[in-house]
C-alpha cells in the first residue's frame, strides 16, 4: 500500500465515480480504473461492488476510508507546512548578538520580522561572547553576531560590517567642545572600560597602546550598552563602538569620533556543518542589512 493508491481511492469515494476521480485528480479515467483494481488486488478483498457500471462502496471501503481520513490531514498539514518553509512563513529562528547591537539595532528588525511572519517562533538572547561560542558549537542557536569575530573551527565566521569606536561624554563634559578626542585627553578622566582580556576590551586598550597611551580604568564593565548608562547617569566617560549609540536610549549622551585605526568587526558565524536555512537568510538579508545604514550585504 502506498499514499498515492490510498490518494485515488479517496477520490473514487468523494466522487462517487472513476470518472469524477479522474476529474478531481487530474489523471486518465482508465488509469484511475487500473490503480483501484490493483489496490484491491493488493489488499485481497473488494472495495467496491460493480453493477451496471456503477460502483458502490463495500463496508470494508466505507472503514477505510473513514480511518484514512486523519492520514490525508496530517499530509496535507505537512504539505501546508512544506509550502509555508519554502515561504519562510513558519519554522523557527534562534540567534544570539553581542549587546552593542543586540540591545540596538536588531530588536527593530526583529519587530518588522515577527510582524510579517507571526507563525514563525524567534529566540534570541545577548550572551557574553565566550557564551555565544559554546551556544553555537553546540547547535543551540543558528548564527551569532559578534562585534568582533569569532575563530574557531567548527565555525564560519564572515566580517559583515565595520564600526568606528567613539568617546561617548555626559552634556556639558569638558570635552563636549571637541571635533575629535583622542586618548591622551582622557588622562585625567574617570575612564569607564572592559576588561582587557575581553573581545571589547582587546580593541580598546590597543586603541590607546598603539598612540603611546594607557588606559586608566576608574569602573570595569563588560558591555558598551552597560558604559553607556553609566555616562548617563554621570558616573564618566567611555569609548564605545558607534553601534550602541545608535538608538534613542543615548540621545542625551554627547558623541564624538575617537582618535584610532581601531575599530570593531560585526561578524556573523555559524556552525560550518549547518548552514543558514532560508528562514535564517530571510531575516538577514531582507531585514537586518535593510535595517539602516550600519550593515553591508552578504
Known amino acids: 500500500?502506498?499514499?498515492?493508491?490510498?490518494?485515488i481511492f479517496r477520490a473514487v469515494m468523494q466522487g462517487g465515480s472513476t470518472k469524477n476521480a479522474a476529474h478531481l485528480l487530474l489523471i486518465s479515467q482508465p488509469a484511475v480504473s487500473n490503480m483501484v483494481r490493483?489496490?484491491?488486488?493488493?489488499l485481497g478483498f473488494p472495495l467496491f461492488e460493480r453493477t451496471g457500471g456503477r460502483l458502490r462502496p463495500t463496508p470494508e471501503a466505507r472503514t477505510l476510508y473513514n480511518n484514512s481520513e486523519s492520514l490525508f490531514t496530517h499530509f496535507e498539514a505537512i504539505r501546508n507546512l512544506?509550502?509555508?518553509l519554502r515561504d519562510t512563513q513558519a519554522g523557527t529562528l534562534?540567534?544570539?548578538?553581542?549587546?552593542?547591537?543586540?540591545?540596538?539595532?536588531?530588536?527593530?528588525?526583529i519587530a518588522a520580522f515577527v510582524r510579517d511572519r507571526p507563525a514563525v517562533k524567534v529566540g534570541f538572547d545577548t550572551p557574553p561572547h565566550e557564551h555565544v561560542i559554546e551556544l553555537l558549537t553546540g547547535s543551540q542557536a543558528d548564527f551569532g553576531l559578534t562585534i568582533t569575530p569569532i575563530d574557531h573551527p567548527a565555525l564560519e565566521t564572515k566580517i559583515v560590517r565595520r564600526g568606528k569606536l567613539v568617546c561617548?561624554?555626559?552634556k556639558g563634559h569638558r570635552l563636549a567642545d571637541k571635533t575629535v578626542v583622542k586618548p591622551r585627553d582622557l588622562r585625567e578622566?574617570?575612564?569607564i572600560s572592559y576588561p582587557r582580556a575581553s573581545p571589547i576590551g582587546l580593541v580598546v586598550d590597543e586603541a590607546f597602546r598603539t598612540s603611546g597611551e594607557f588606559q586608566h580604568i576608574n569602573i570595569n564593565v563588560r558591555f558598551c550598552y552597560t558604559a553607556c548608562t553609566l555616562v548617563n547617569a554621570g558616573a564618566g566617560v567611555a569609548i564605545v563602538d558607534e553601534f550602541t549609540v545608535s538608538v534613542?536610549?543615548?540621545k542625551e549622551l554627547v558623541v564624538r569620533p575617537f582618535?584610532?585605526?581601531m575599530d570593531v568587526k560585526v561578524s556573523l558565524s555559524y556552525p560550518r556543518l549547518r548552514p543558514l536555512s532560508r528562514l535564517a537568510l530571510t531575516f538577514l538579508e531582507d531585514y537586518l542589512w535593510k535595517s539602516g545604514a550600519f550593515w553591508d550585504k552578504l
Open 1 to 7: 500500500m502506498n499514499l498515492r493508491q490510498l490518494e
Open 38 to 42: 490493483q489496490f484491491e488486488d493488493q
Open 82 to 84: 512544506a509550502e509555508d
Open 94 to 109: 534562534k540567534f544570539l548578538a553581542s549587546p552593542s547591537i543586540g540591545q540596538t539595532i536588531i530588536p527593530a528588525a
Open 168 to 170: 561617548v561624554l555626559p
Open 189 to 191: 578622566e574617570h575612564l
Open 248 to 250: 534613542e536610549s543615548f
Open 259 to 261: 582618535k584610532s585605526n
